[in-house]
């Protein structure tokens, strides 16, 4: 359930597959044109509701409401020995090694 | 009123002359060219006015920085005599953490000036929080439209990045999934806010760019006591190059100018299936090659960004080469930077090795860095994605299969691509189906698009 005031991310579909650009491969045009946006929510709402927001710019917008307090996972990724290793193989060769 | 995708893009003329303020008929030739020149008039403001706007938001005058320690690895890897000496422009510094910024400044500037209470503009990239940075600091409204998933809901990392930035920096974003419909959303947020366009294709963004080109020339020959002898840039819609070469140009700069572009070549860039598949999000041959070719396929009627008007090559790296050349960057010169922007690095690094001792090779951007952009999770991404990511030849990486990193720095190669089949190809483009009623005046339009001479535009008329 998310409350009225919450800051909530909504998704709608754009444009249904066969209403979209002719100019598209195969494999998107299967697809939707889907859109995400975040607001403060007008009325409470349960997840996988229609309902409308108001976004930072103060534009109201409507679509399905799928997270509540949204945030980014996005990071450093995980170790990739190869990155070490070039740093090794570059300063050794500009540098010279240990002696 | 009729929001289908094709009722909206019906609309696209007088929906861009509203958000833009300008009225890009008037530029129109009768035949099938235009005034390129009249067009960037009519920003009404000159590059000296454009430096002056840049300063009140604190861009601009960003360092520029030799790279000696890279230069020895490029002379290590060189034959004797060759290695030029190599400098960065370090763009990073800029408020949003891009050249971008110039960029956006103008059109930010312009919105203010007109009235406007806020700015839209579509963009996956840096660009988007130069807008916000800008709008930011002019008290304006902002919102940026990204193409960021694919149809399983997964983000590049690079580019969900940028969304952070730009709503750290005030701004509304609009995410969208795979598919150059991004435009059709863009005007529908235009005519629904009476915001303006701050495209990154009109005369604005581009004479913000330049004033790069112009500190280029100015910072060089204050530092080196000359001017450049090369000056490379990385190539996507075309903007960077043509900004960066006018600026040269109006500075008296004859530096060679370089356009560089990572190969994305087998990958198509409104797939689904292939859009996580590549490891770079800008400045590769997918937006570089067709927009070279075709400059007016952007948010405005005429881009003003023209790079085949400028370019003297253009060459492209692999991607593997330029996560190699970012890590370089960091190991040896302290500096660690987004990987996008060292796609000219790589190419220089590279073309410093044909070049004489006493030459000197401009890399004339950096951008920021950060989580989700930054060599580490872009190749922790690939491999997630199932891209085979090992040291080798470069020569060997097939996009959206692979990523080599070369096993020797002296491994990293340019390709040339065929500037003369893409010339032929603008001309081609820009001829359409007018080929029996060319003027004169198309002639010399033609001769200017593609920086060649009349013979050479009468030739590729002829043989189409």
Request: hydrophobic share 35%; aromatic share 8%.
């Amino acid at each position: 359930m998310a409350r009225k005031g919450d800051w909530v991310q909504i998704h709608n579909v754009v444009l249904p597959p066969e209403e979209r650009s002719s100019a598209l491969p195969e494999d998107t045009k299967i697809n939707p044109l889907e859109m995400w946006v975040k607001g403060y929510l007008q009325e409470d709402a349960e997840i996988g509701e229609v309902a409308e927001v108001v976004t930072r710019t103060g534009r109201h917008a409507k679509g399905e409401v799928v997270k509540v307090n949204p945030y980014f996972e996005h990071n450093f990724g995980f170790f990739i020995p190869e990155v070490l290793e070039i740093g090794n193989t570059v300063r050794k060769i500009t540098f010279g090694g240990d002696e | 009123m009729d929001n289908s995708y094709d009722a909206i893009m019906a609309r696209k003329n007088e929906i861009i002359k509203n958000a833009v303020g300008m009225d890009f008929d008037k530029f129109e030739n009768p035949g099938i060219g235009f005034d390129y020149e009249k067009m960037m008039e009519a920003t009404g403001y000159t590059i000296d006015e454009i430096r002056r706007v840049q300063s009140l938001f604190s861009i601009g005058n960003t360092p520029l920085i030799e790279l000696k320690n890279l230069t020895e690895l490029a002379r290590k890897c060189a034959p004797e005599g060759k290695g030029a000496r190599i400098f960065i422009k370090d763009e990073a510094s800029n408020p949003s953490g891009s050249f971008k910024a110039r960029r956006a400044c103008t059109s930010v500037y312009q919105a203010k000036k007109l009235g406007y209470k806020g700015v839209v503009t579509a963009t996956s990239g840096n660009y988007g929080a130069a807008v916000a940075c800008c709008a930011a600091m002019a008290g304006l409204k902002c919102i940026v439209v990204q193409e960021c998933y694919d149809s399983k809901g997964v983000g590049q990392p690079e580019i969900i990045e940028k969304a952070r930035k730009c709503e750290a920096l005030g701004a509304e974003v609009v995410q969208l999934t795979v598919g150059p419909e991004l435009f059709s959303t863009v005007l529908q947020l235009l005519e629904e806010t009476g915001y303006f366009n701050a495209s990154l294709y009109t005369p604005f963004g581009i004479a913000g760019v330049e004033t790069l080109g112009y500190e280029i020339a100015e910072q060089f020959r204050a530092k080196v006591g000359k001017d450049p002898d090369v000056v490379v840039c990385t190539n996507a819609g075309g903007g960077n190059l043509t900004g960066t070469a006018r600026g040269l140009r109006k500075a008296g700069c004859k530096a060679k100018v370089i356009a560089a572009s990572v190969n994305l070549s087998g990958l198509h860039m409104a797939s689904d299936n292939q859009f996580n598949k590549k490891s770079f999000t800008t400045g590769h041959t997918g937006f570089g090659v067709p927009y070279t070719v075709n400059p007016d396929h952007s948010d405005v009627p005429r881009s003003a960004a023209r790079p085949l008007r400028y370019m003297d090559r253009y060459v492209t790296v692999t991607q593997g080469s330029v996560f190699y050349i970012t890590e370089c960057l960091a190991s040896l010169e302290g500096l660690e930077k987004g990987p996008a922007g060292n796609t000219s690095l790589a190419a220089a690094f590279r073309l410093a090795q044909d070049h004489d001792r006493d030459q000197c090779i401009v890399v004339q951007e950096t951008e920021y860095t950060g989580a989700g952009k930054h060599i580490n999770p872009q190749l922790s991404f690939a491999r997630q994605n199932g891209i085979d990511i090992h040291f080798g030849d470069p020569k060997d990486e097939v996009p959206g299969k692979s990523i080599i990193l070369p096993a020797h720095p002296s491994l990293i190669q340019v390709t040339d691509l065929d500037l003369d089949h893409m010339r032929k190809s603008r001309i081609k483009r820009a001829v359409g189906t007018h080929k029996d009623e060319l003027t004169d005046e198309d002639i010399k339009f033609l001769v200017e698009e593609t920086n060649t001479n009349e013979q050479f535009v009468r030739d590729a008329i002829a043989s189409l």
